[in-house]
């Protein structure tokens, strides 16, 4: 199920590039975008399983509200994150500055 967003509802024009290596990657393209577009942007972090195998959850909360249909799950706390930011921007609603928040002179 798709939240009922702004975030969801507009038509985005933001393009990713694929990350180029370990200092590239989705989450610090995603925290990047986010900040230049003053899109507020917080993590709801979660883990389930035995402590020798724990999956991480990672659930975005864009413009203070909750986004599952974009968490990511992996092995690690950062893995997590990573593949939820890869869906964020993906998502195709990313925009190049947040309508609600820009700046006019």
Not at 10 to 25: D, E, K, L, W
Not at 44 to 65: E, K, M
Request: net charge positive; with cysteine.
């Amino acid at each position: 199920m798709v939240t009922n967003s702004d975030f969801n509802r507009r038509q985005g024009s933001y393009r990713f590039y694929a990350p180029s290596g370990p200092m590239h990657t989705w989450t610090s393209m995603v925290h990047e975008w986010a900040d230049r577009a003053r899109v507020s942007l917080e993590w709801s972090r979660s883990q389930t399983g035995p402590s020798n195998a724990l999956t991480y959850y990672q659930t975005p909360i864009i413009d203070g509200v909750l986004h599952p249909e974009y968490q990511g799950y992996g092995s690690t706390s950062q893995g997590a994150k990573n593949m939820a930011c890869e869906k964020i921007a993906r998502s195709g609603h990313c925009v190049s500055d947040s309508p609600a928040r820009a700046t006019h002179n």
